[in-house]
């Protein structure tokens, strides 16, 4: 007798937030240094994880051309991490390698404690930032899943495990209240429905909410400002502007200007404008090699910057993505996830990634404690450098001892939500 045929889904929810508050700490940062990640135990992800990062944003930038794109890297990389801890032979490998390891380099005892060890250093308790990532697992009711997977799946990824009888349409709506609850009501409608033949909903979330180190004062933001999204369009965004010193360098190689703005909680934000017709040059460059050369490159400077004030939201179907990286067999008649369980034949059957980015001021708070904040401004300094993000760019968030992209994201028109 055929054994059954049960699907597995991946969901992935996060929100990002940005806010505009003024600092506790007046002083400002240190000068912008190499990554000093490398003897931190989550840092044995940190270079394959990277490279999966912009591997996958190529595929996503030319899934959705002409398209905002947003997502989180290290989120969907620790969900495959997790879903391979029940995977064999081909289909195991096939994660593994396309997350970006060696398995005959490294063992992958050493990935999942690698991953283990980033997932405690999103959690940790930060009273300067608010980030921390967490896994759910919804399984069938009357699934026999396997002992060691769910143990090394609480113990590495901190996932929790709910018992769902997924034939109830109320079953939607408590995955969906879940995500909400945990990414602070942000990601709603997160599934829209569930196969009958649904056996296992693996989800993973993120929340990150920071303050700028130095942050912008909401009376100088200009209500409307001129975008350029091509030749053909222009669309009038809220641009932020203030004039203090940030880490800035321009790459002579592609053409591209690079800014990085600082966050209290040590982490930061990479805000690059690539040349005129230089973006697609740009994206395809994107790599930890370059991350470290930039890292080199900027220097502390007067600057005088201007940022759109803007909210997006992205979602993706991973599974028509996916396979075209290498991740082929957990979407099909090949899949062997006996490590899960070994009851009936089970696969991925959908995998869904949604994103929400909100940069912006807080409101009167923000107002009220930057009121007597005085800002030299251009016309003042007619030498000091300007960097107006007023056409598509790039924008890559990361955190000091994580030293991999949190999220990456490209901005082709702040309107379009």
């Known amino acids: 007798m055929a054994s059954s045929l049960y699907h597995l889904l991946l969901f992935v929810g996060l929100w990002t937030a940005i806010y505009c508050k003024p600092p506790s700490d007046p002083h400002s940062r240190g000068s912008p240094r190499p990554p000093s990640a490398k003897d931190s135990p989550a840092s044995l992800v940190s270079s394959g994880s990277t490279n999966f990062a912009f591997h996958l944003y190529r595929r996503l930038a030319l899934h959705s051309p002409s398209r905002n794109v947003f997502f989180s890297p290290v989120s969907i990389s620790t969900s495959l991490a997790m879903l391979s801890l029940g995977g064999y032979s081909a289909t195991k490998a096939q994660i593994l390698r396309t997350l970006g390891f060696n398995l005959t380099v490294?063992?992958?005892?050493?990935?999942?404690?690698?991953?283990?060890?980033?997932?405690?250093?999103?959690?940790?308790?930060n009273t300067e930032l608010d980030?921390?990532?967490?896994?759910?697992?919804?399984?069938?009711?009357?699934l026999q899943l396997q002992a060691s997977f769910l143990d090394r799946a609480k113990r590495l990824y901190g996932s929790k495990v709910f018992s769902m009888d997924f034939s109830n349409a109320f079953s939607v709506q408590r995955i969906n209240r879940y995500v909400e609850k945990e990414t602070k009501g942000k990601v709603t409608n997160l599934i829209r429905d569930l196969d009958p033949l649904t056996?296992?909903?693996?989800?993973?979330?993120?929340?990150?909410?920071?303050?700028?180190?130095?942050?912008?004062?909401?009376?100088?933001?200009?209500?409307?400002?001129?975008?350029?999204?091509?030749?053909?369009?222009?669309?009038?965004?809220?641009?932020?502007?203030?004039?203090?010193?940030?880490?800035?360098?321009?790459?002579?190689?592609?053409?591209?200007?690079?800014?990085?703005?600082?966050?209290?909680?040590?982490?930061?934000?990479?805000?690059?404008?690539?040349?005129?017709?230089?973006?697609?040059?740009?994206?395809?460059?994107?790599s930890t090699r370059l991350l470290r050369r930039w890292s080199h490159l900027l220097q502390k400077r007067q600057i005088e910057v201007f940022i759109p004030k803007f909210s997006i939201s992205a979602s993706y179907n991973l599974e028509t993505i996916l396979p075209k990286m290498g991740i082929r067999d957990a979407f099909g008649k090949n899949a062997d996830f006996s490590g899960i369980t070994k009851t009936g034949f089970l696969q991925v059957s959908k995998a869904t990634h949604k994103a929400v980015l909100d940069i912006g001021e807080e409101g009167t708070e923000a107002a009220a404690?930057?009121?007597?904040?005085?800002?030299?401004?251009?016309?003042?300094?007619?030498?000091?450098?300007?960097?107006?993000?007023?056409?598509?760019?790039?924008?890559?968030?990361?955190?000091?001892?994580?030293?991999?992209?949190?999220f990456i994201g490209k901005i082709e028109n702040p309107t379009k939500a």
């Open 131 to 142: 980030l921390r990532m967490g896994s759910a697992l919804f399984v069938k009711k009357g």
């Open 369 to 406: 404690a930057t009121a007597t904040k005085l800002i030299v401004r251009s016309k003042d300094r007619p030498f000091s450098t300007v960097l107006r993000l007023d056409k598509p760019f790039i924008v890559i968030l990361m955190k000091e001892d994580i030293n991999s992209p949190l």
């Open 106 to 125: 490294t063992p992958e005892s050493a990935i999942h404690q690698g991953f283990q060890h980033l997932v405690h250093a999103l959690n940790a308790p």
């Open 199 to 286: 056996a296992m909903v693996l989800v993973n979330h993120i929340l990150f909410k920071a303050k700028w180190m130095k942050p912008f004062n909401p009376a100088d933001t200009h209500r409307s400002f001129p975008f350029l999204v091509d030749k053909q369009t222009t669309v009038h965004v809220p641009m932020m502007q203030q004039m203090e010193t940030f880490a800035f360098g321009v790459d002579p190689q592609l053409n591209c200007s690079v800014l990085q703005m600082d966050y209290k909680g040590d982490t930061r934000a990479l805000f690059v404008l690539p040349g005129e017709g230089r973006m697609r040059q740009l994206e395809k460059a994107l």
